[in-house]
């Protein structure tokens, strides 16, 4: 995953966007009920986890990938594993930021965000820095949470617009996550990678040659009903769109 924004209203629900970018050769499963686990979500064949998902006890889990060449390392885990076993568990997101934290300097970089049923949380591997989010938008890209870069202040931006309805419908917020707007030069951050490369990463929704965002997902918490929708996304074109409503389903009501 590499852009998330959200709105936490405690009451209102948890209303999450975000855009999951990789090379269109990586295998994938797109969103569907896991067979051995109460998961609901993606599943990235390569590494096994998955970038974003849904778990017993209304839990949420994402992660994006830190944008930093210079610290890559082609041999370290899955930062997927991250997410899958806090979905699989039961563990409050506090307790499980806590375990994970010694182990975080073994992945690559990333950010971490987990909604347990009552907290939201995020953690960020460089510094290994645990933050407790507040009501309101926030988001994070390939830096730190709420880094201004140019797509992740326009996605919240235009989130703030929205309120959150007892009913989303998917379609109306899929605009802001196709928005394939390039950011100007000067507003750039410089990651480390070729200045074109950066030009092309600026935007929201993201088409390289063999690179490009493979889904668009949104999600709707609000008590023990859910609703999460993706649209894939292959080189050609757009794949069928995903959408499950939960309500009243085991791993969402069940108390960690």
């Not at 064949?45 to 949420?60: A, H, I």
């Not at 041999?75 to 991250?82: E, F, H, K, M, N």
């Not at 591997?125 to 507040?134: D, H, I, K, M, V």
């Not at 480390?192 to 949104?218: D, H, Q």
Request: one cysteine or more; aromatic letters at 8%; hydrophobic letters at 40%.
């Amino acid at each position: 995953m590499c852009l998330i924004a959200w709105n936490w209203q405690p009451g209102r629900g948890l209303l999450l966007l975000a855009n999951r970018d990789e090379l269109y050769e990586r295998p994938t499963q797109p969103l569907h009920h896991w067979p051995d686990a109460p998961v609901l979500a993606g599943k990235d064949l390569q590494g096994g986890g998955t970038w974003l998902g849904l778990g017993r006890g209304g839990r949420l889990a994402a992660l994006t990938n830190v944008r930093d060449p210079r610290q890559f390392r082609a041999d370290a885990p899955s930062r997927g594993a991250l997410v899958a076993d806090f979905l699989r568990g039961n563990m409050r997101a506090a307790a499980y930021l806590e375990q994970i934290g010694p182990q975080a300097a073994a992945f690559n970089p990333f950010n971490l965000l987990l909604f347990d049923g009552g907290s939201l949380m995020g953690f960020e591997s460089q510094g290994a820095r645990t933050l407790t989010f507040a009501a309101g938008v926030n988001g994070v890209s390939n830096a730190r949470f709420n880094t201004p870069w140019p797509k992740l202040q326009r996605l919240t931006e235009a989130l703030n617009q929205h309120v959150i309805p007892e009913v989303v419908e998917p379609h109306t917020l899929l605009p802001l996550l196709t928005n394939a707007q390039i950011a100007a030069d000067a507003c750039l951050p410089d990651t480390g990678v070729p200045l074109e490369t950066e030009r092309a990463l600026s935007a929201a929704f993201i088409r390289m040659p063999g690179y490009g965002t493979r889904a668009c997902s949104i999600v709707h918490i609000r008590g023990p009903q859910a609703h999460i929708w993706e649209q894939g996304f292959d080189a050609a074109g757009a794949l069928q769109a995903r959408s499950h409503r939960l309500s009243d389903m085991e791993y969402l009501t069940a108390k960690p």
